[in-house]
Each structure stands twice: as C-alpha cells, then as structure tokens.
C-alpha cells in the first residue's frame, strides 16, 4: 500500500493541482466562493428559520453554521466524487494507474474547502459569544471520520455512476432528503425516543450533533457515540472499497 | 524465462446487458423475453512470446483487435480468457494526447502527462526545459494547452513520451508526429529508445517500417490470430498478398 503510494504520488499531486485550477477557472471572485456560498445559504437559513426555531435554541447561529459546514461538505464532497471517475476515462482507459486516485484528488479538493469554511466557522462562534475550550481539539476525530464516510460514499457512487447515469439524478434527490433528515435548521427534542435514535442511522447527523455538543454545550460524548460514528465510516469505506476492488477491471467497457 | 509472455489471451467485449440498454429496458425486455447480450470476441487465442531486446510487429485490418490487445498487454485491461506475464516496467503510448487538460497551460500539462507516465517530480524538473526545446514550444509555456495548434499539441505530446526508459514499449502507430522535420526528429528519438534495449511492441501500418525494424511479427485478422512468426518478410508479403487480393483467408 505504501509502496503504491509512493510510486504515484507525483500523479497525486499533480491531479489535486489540476482539479483546484480548474475549479474556479474564470471565476472573479475564485477561491472567495468557498467562503461566500456556505455564508449565502446560512444568512438565507438564519433570516426564515430564526421566526420558527431560534428562540429556543440557544446560540442559533452556531447550531446551522455547524449542519451548514458539515452537510455541505459531505454534499460537495459526494457529488463531485460520484463524476470524478467517468470525467478521467480518457486517461485511465490509456494509462495503467490506480482508478481510485481521481476521487481521492477531488476530496482533498474538498477538505480545503472546508478547511478554509471551518476558519469562517470559528470566527462567527467568537462572535456569536462561544466559550473555546480544550475540547475543541476532540473536533479531528469527527473531520476525520467524515472524510473516510465521503471517500467511501464516493467511491460507491462514482463505480455506480460509471454502470448508471441516472444516479446523478438520484443522488441529487438523495442528498436533498438527506438535508431535511439531518436536523440542520430544527431539534430533534420534540421527537420521542425511537425517533431520536433513528436520527442516528444517518451519519451526517451524527457528525452535526458531535460538532454542536463540543461546540455549543461545551461537553462530551460518550465513547458509544465515538464506536458508532467510526462504525459507520468503516461500513461507508468497506464497501466502497470493495466495489472498487470488485469492477476495477469492468469500469472501462462502460465509460 | 521470457520478458513477455502472452497466452490464449481472449478478450470479450458484451453489448446490450443492462448497464448497457439502462434499468427500464432491462425489465422492459425481461418481461417481454427478449432480453440477450451480444458477446464480442476482440481478441480469441492469442499466443506469443518476446525475449528481452525483440521487436514485434503487430499487423492487421482495421478491427482487427490490435489496440485490444495493447490494452490488455499494458495492464489497462484484464483479459477475459488466457494469461499475460510481463517482466519489468512497461510504458505504453497508446495514445499520445490523452490526459491533456485543455485549460491548464502547458508546462502544467507537461507535470501532469509526465506524472502519468510514472516520471518523479525531479525527473521532470530536470528535463523540463530539454523537453520544450525538442518540443520547439518555447514562449508558448503559458499558453492554455487548448489554444496549441493540433501539430504543437502532438509535439508536446511525443516529447514528454519519448524519455520514458521502459523495459517493455509499447507504440500504437506513434512513430509519425507533426510536420516533415519534426517527424525525421522523433523517429530517430524513438529509434534510440528501440535500441537501448526496450523490448518494443509496434503497432503499425507501415509494412516497409516493420519489415525494417521487427525482429518477429504478428497477424491479427478480426480478433483470430492469423500467425504469430519470427519469418517477418514471409508474413510480410503474405499480408501484402491479402491486402491486394490475392490472398483469402
């Protein structure tokens, strides 16, 4: 593994150069939009919602920044990773390199992204009056299991899209339901238990409330909660990987 | 133990299986009992071996299964029947221009091919300027690769190909690029690479070029393997005869 990794790492840095070029090619306010566009929508959320949830919901703000920034992570992420593989057919139908590298070059692309989102995020807590605490450190490890979620959802999907071009009309769908299940702009407080507990099959979710409780309540989760979001990264990733592995070789008859 | 050895490589291609005809007319068609695929032979049975230093010469109509089977001799595809064992590091140049991106300038491109071809950053920082200077693309650096007239971009192309030192070649029709005196210059560069030592497949259209430079060659006739002979001006002139008529297989 570290040897494959090794022998393309040029390619690899070459192929997140590329991709971040010609992102924001003839745009005028380029790199400016991966700030703007998260700001746009949360302005947006915060003058309708306010009316309907900010009362009782303390530091509002913070709680849609914090579905905000990681929905759309995980949707930008996703849903540029799903065409990354049939937009480089032309190269891996010609060279003999690792398919898997086109998606992993779009989701760096992507982790910069919300990288320089996550900066934004933290002045907009300084502003909304959140106390910074040592636990902010414990933020890593739900960044780090949501890049494994996105890395895995995108290589189910871009091998999916290859075989099926309606999956990206699918997914749009998908990605639309999932917003409305994911508690972005409302709580989940007023739902009985079971509901509750349902809210955590969906791994977006869980990665918004692990932000909103360190964040917001300043406090913990429990180390159930920690086992469960690395269950669900590990569960996105293996079966990504293993559709990978399984129609490596089929990929180019269908692009 | 030979560098490369292929054998009864087939290859399959299927046509209208449900990735194919899409989900509706997949169960449109189950219901109505029509549904079947079409199995596609590109290449069936081929056989052959290549010790170090050789050059084999791939001949054959159009559709004949040539590109298929450089394909499945550069590792890019898997054959669906039959082995391939290669020994060594294998460069193909099956199509010059692919992986160009149209929007990044030149010299970006020329790190991106580069790093396609499995060149090292500093490979390719030292022989940059060697290759713009072959390439006779000086002051064009920064230019959008798109904006590169069809002759320039196949320049480019052939330039960052030919520093590959592989131990295994492979060339699909490449060795004519550009105009008159570009051409006479990138058929002595690959001529040098031939005789480093390269073991060379060469797809080609040219009988006097194979004849001239392969030391065994291989007929392909719609995926069947016609003959595979190290007699390469006796298959040369029996393909010749068929070409002209007065052969039929």
Same mark, same amino acid.
């Given at each position: 593994?570290l040897r494959i990794?090794k022998?393309?790492q040029?390619?690899?840095?070459?192929l997140?150069?590329?991709?971040f %070029? %010609? %992102?924001y090619?003839r745009?005028i306010l380029?790199?400016?939009?991966?700030?703007l566009?998260p700001?746009l929508?949360?302005?947006?959320?915060?003058l309708?919602f306010?009316?309907?949830f900010?009362?009782?919901t303390p530091?509002?703000?913070?709680y849609?920044?914090?579905?905000?920034?990681?929905f759309?992570f995980?949707?930008?992420s996703?849903?540029q990773?799903m065409?990354?593989?049939l937009d480089?057919?032309?190269?891996?139908? %010609?060279?003999n390199v690792?398919?898997y590298?086109?998606?992993?070059?779009?989701?760096?692309?992507?982790l910069?992204?919300?990288g320089?989102t996550l900066?934004?995020f933290f002045?907009?807590?300084?502003?909304d009056?959140i106390?910074?605490t040592w636990?902010f450190i414990?933020l890593?490890?739900?960044?780090c299991c949501l890049? =494994?979620?996105?890395?895995?959802?995108?290589?189910?999907l871009?091998?999916l899209f290859?075989f099926?071009r309606d999956m990206q009309y699918?997914?749009?769908?998908?990605?639309q339901i999932?917003?409305y299940?994911?508690a972005?702009?409302?709580?989940v407080d007023k739902?009985?238990?079971?509901?509750q507990?349902?809210?955590?099959?969906?791994?977006?979710?869980v990665i918004i409330k692990y932000?909103?409780?360190?964040?917001i309540d300043?406090?913990?989760?429990s180390p159930?909660f920690h086992?469960?979001m690395?269950?669900?990264?590990?569960?996105a990733?293996?079966i990504?990987a293993?559709?990978y592995k399984k129609y490596?070789h089929q990929?180019?008859?269908? =692009? | 133990m030979s560098?490369?050895e292929?054998?009864?490589?087939s290859?399959r291609y299927?046509?209208g299986?449900?990735?194919d005809?899409?989900l509706?007319e997949?169960? $449109?068609?189950k219901?109505k009992?029509d549904?079947?695929?079409?199995e596609?032979?590109a290449?069936k049975?081929?056989?052959?071996?290549?010790?170090r230093?050789?050059m084999?010469? &791939?001949?054959?109509?159009?559709?004949?299964?040539?590109?298929?089977?450089?394909?499945?001799?550069?590792?890019i595809?898997?054959?669906?029947?039959?082995w391939?064992h290669?020994?060594g590091k294998?460069?193909a140049?099956l199509e010059?221009g692919?992986g160009?991106?149209?929007d990044l300038?030149?010299?970006e491109?020329?790190?991106?091919?580069?790093?396609?071809?499995?060149?090292?950053?500093?490979? $390719?920082?030292?022989?940059?300027?060697?290759? &713009?200077?072959f390439?006779?693309?000086e002051?064009f650096?920064?230019?959008?690769f798109?904006q590169?007239s069809?002759?320039?971009k196949?320049?480019l192309?052939f330039?960052?190909?030919?520093?590959?030192?592989?131990d295994?070649l492979i060339?699909?029709?490449v060795?004519s690029?550009g105009?008159?005196?570009?051409?006479?210059k990138?058929e002595?560069k690959?001529r040098e &690479?031939?005789?480093?030592g390269?073991?060379? &497949?060469?797809?080609?259209h040219?009988?006097?070029?194979?004849?001239? $430079?392969?030391?065994?060659?291989?007929?392909?006739?719609?995926?069947?393997?016609i003959v595979?002979?190290?007699?390469?001006?006796?298959v040369c002139d029996q393909?010749?005869?068929?070409l002209?008529?007065?052969?039929?297989l």
């Amino acid at each position: 593994m570290l040897r494959i990794f090794k022998e393309h790492q040029f390619l690899f840095e070459e192929l997140v150069k590329r991709d971040f %070029k %010609k %992102k924001y090619k003839r745009t005028i306010l380029g790199m400016a939009w991966s700030i703007l566009s998260p700001l746009l929508m949360l302005l947006v959320m915060r003058l309708v919602f306010t009316q309907f949830f900010g009362s009782n919901t303390p530091h509002y703000t913070t709680y849609l920044f914090c579905g905000n920034l990681v929905f759309s992570f995980f949707s930008d992420s996703t849903s540029q990773g799903m065409s990354s593989l049939l937009d480089n057919a032309g190269i891996f139908t %010609k060279v003999n390199v690792p398919k898997y590298l086109f998606l992993f070059s779009k989701n760096v692309q992507c982790l910069i992204n919300f990288g320089l989102t996550l900066c934004v995020f933290f002045v907009f807590c300084i502003l909304d009056g959140i106390t910074f605490t040592w636990r902010f450190i414990f933020l890593f490890y739900p960044i780090c299991c949501l890049t =494994v979620i996105n890395i895995g959802v995108g290589l189910i999907l871009s091998a999916l899209f290859v075989f099926f071009r309606d999956m990206q009309y699918l997914w749009r769908v998908c990605i639309q339901i999932l917003m409305y299940v994911s508690a972005i702009f409302y709580t989940v407080d007023k739902y009985d238990a079971t509901i509750q507990r349902l809210f955590l099959v969906n791994p977006v979710y869980v990665i918004i409330k692990y932000f909103r409780v360190i964040v917001i309540d300043g406090s913990m989760l429990s180390p159930a909660f920690h086992l469960l979001m690395a269950a669900e990264a590990f569960i996105a990733f293996g079966i990504g990987a293993w559709m990978y592995k399984k129609y490596n070789h089929q990929f180019l008859y269908y =692009v | 133990m030979s560098i490369l050895e292929a054998n009864n490589v087939s290859i399959r291609y299927i046509t209208g299986d449900f990735k194919d005809i899409g989900l509706k007319e997949f169960v $449109m068609r189950k219901i109505k009992g029509d549904y079947h695929v079409t199995e596609f032979w590109a290449d069936k049975n081929v056989t052959f071996t290549l010790e170090r230093g050789e050059m084999l010469g &791939i001949i054959g109509s159009n559709g004949a299964g040539k590109s298929t089977l450089l394909k499945a001799v550069s590792g890019i595809m898997v054959p669906t029947e039959g082995w391939i064992h290669r020994e060594g590091k294998v460069a193909a140049l099956l199509e010059l221009g692919s992986g160009f991106d149209g929007d990044l300038t030149v010299k970006e491109n020329a790190f991106l091919r580069g790093a396609m071809l499995g060149y090292t950053r500093k490979f $390719m920082d030292d022989t940059y300027e060697q290759i &713009i200077d072959f390439a006779e693309l000086e002051g064009f650096e920064d230019r959008p690769f798109k904006q590169l007239s069809s002759g320039m971009k196949s320049r480019l192309a052939f330039s960052i190909a030919c520093l590959v030192r592989p131990d295994i070649l492979i060339l699909d029709e490449v060795l004519s690029v550009g105009d008159g005196a570009f051409r006479k210059k990138s058929e002595t560069k690959m001529r040098e &690479i031939i005789n480093s030592g390269a073991t060379t &497949i060469l797809v080609s259209h040219s009988l006097p070029q194979v004849r001239e $430079m392969c030391t065994k060659v291989l007929w392909l006739h719609r995926g069947q393997q016609i003959v595979f002979s190290d007699d390469v001006d006796g298959v040369c002139d029996q393909y010749q005869g068929f070409l002209d008529g007065r052969l039929t297989l």
